[in-house]
């Protein structure tokens, strides 16, 4: 029996805008932190990444700087972004064996530069081979669709720095939407709106907190008051004020709106076949933003069409990165294909 074979040390990776997900072979997920890095302004060697990085937002001083390297669905910054996938690599890794084979899911919207990069990023680690997948196909795959069949499934990934709504069917992706605009810009919304209605500045956290408990996308049942605490831009002085979800929801109803217009348009360029087949199975949302309240309602009402939220809507894309991982046979067509140069 060898005893370096025991545990198998590849892995699926969702490198998302906002979090990072690691599955390991046999072993599900073993990783789910915030995409994020502090590091030395000067000499840009990583201090720390993911949950500890967080908890240094907003305490550092100017030789330290924290940033999402990956924030608006590209790489920002290429030599941060190999540096937190090596390190988040090397904290899953049981063995001293570097991960042999790596599945990556990338934005459907990446550009081939983009696409070597995160390539070059897993080789730099030690991975041996690297294989990408379009997000919304493994989103798709996560959520247990057959993506092989004839059939034409609706994903709409709403993601911290993306939305991604694609058309699936026959193992490939018939047509697709990438939009910038997803739940990084929800939050910027709430904290316009506070700024400019109340003359309050709050911060990106609270606005964040705000927005997963009492955004919404459509009206609630029973709308809800909450206090808030920012600091006053006319005194400077910290303040407390109540608003409602009424306010936040009309805070973020631009970015709903540019959401459900995106989802449209895609559906207006979808062919009769596979809209028909769409008519019948729905809309499915994957991705953090699904978590929005109503957003399904409102997807509903706008579309006339079923719209279903995933299970555990934030796991989808490295549910479905890690089947793929393990199956790989079986899914080698879903795979986007390498360009070599
Ligand atoms: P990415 O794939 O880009 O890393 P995720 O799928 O992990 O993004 O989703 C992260 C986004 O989902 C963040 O903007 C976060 O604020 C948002 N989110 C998480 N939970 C909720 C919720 N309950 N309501 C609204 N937005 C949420
Ligand atoms: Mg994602």
């Not at 550009?111 to 690297?130: I, N, P, Q």
């Not at 306010?247 to 062919?271: C, G, N, Q, W």
Request: proline residues 4%; charged residues 25%.
């Amino acid at each position: 029996m060898s005893f370096i074979n025991l545990f198998s040390n590849d892995v699926a990776i969702d490198l998302g805008t906002a979090n990072t997900l690691i599955w390991m072979k046999g072993k599900n997920i073993v990783l789910n932190e915030p995409s994020i890095v502090a590091f030395d302004s000067t000499t840009k060697h990583i201090i720390a990444i993911g949950k500890d990085a967080l908890a240094m937002l907003g305490r550092t001083h100017k030789d330290i700087k924290i940033i999402r390297p990956l924030r608006d669905g590209v790489i920002a910054d290429y030599e941060i972004t190999e540096g937190m996938l090596r390190a988040f690599i090397r904290k899953v890794s049981m063995s001293w064996q570097p991960a042999r084979r790596v599945v990556v899911a990338v934005p459907s919207g990446i550009t081939e530069v983009e696409k070597r990069a995160v390539r070059d990023s897993c080789e730099h680690a030690g991975a041996k081979e690297v294989h990408l997948i379009a997000e919304p196909m493994a989103g798709a795959i996560g959520i247990g669709l057959n993506v092989h069949e004839p059939v034409g499934n609706m994903i709409v990934d709403i993601g911290g720095g993306t939305t991604e709504i694609a058309v699936i069917a026959l193992s490939g992706i018939v047509s697709d939407e990438s939009i910038r605009i997803a739940g990084d810009e929800m939050t910027s919304a709430i904290v316009q709106y506070f700024r400019r209605t109340h003359n309050i500045l709050i911060g990106d956290r609270t606005a964040e907190v705000l927005k997963c408990q009492v955004g919404s996308a459509y009206p609630l049942e029973e709308e809800l008051e909450i206090e808030v605490k920012g600091r006053d831009l006319v005194s400077g002085i910290p303040k407390m004020i109540t608003v409602s979800s009424v306010d936040i929801r009309e805070a973020l109803s631009e970015s709903v709106s540019i959401i459900v217009e995106a989802v449209l348009k895609l559906l207006e360029r979808t062919p009769p076949e596979l809209a028909s087949d769409i008519l019948d199975r729905g809309i499915m949302l994957t991705g953090g933003g699904a978590l929005l309240k109503g957003l399904d309602e409102r997807l509903r009402r706008e579309t006339s069409l079923p719209v279903h939220v995933a299970e555990e809507p934030l796991t989808a894309v490295v549910r479905g990165t890690g089947k793929v991982l393990e199956n790989l046979s079986e899914y080698s067509s879903v795979l986007i294909k390498s360009t070599r140069y």
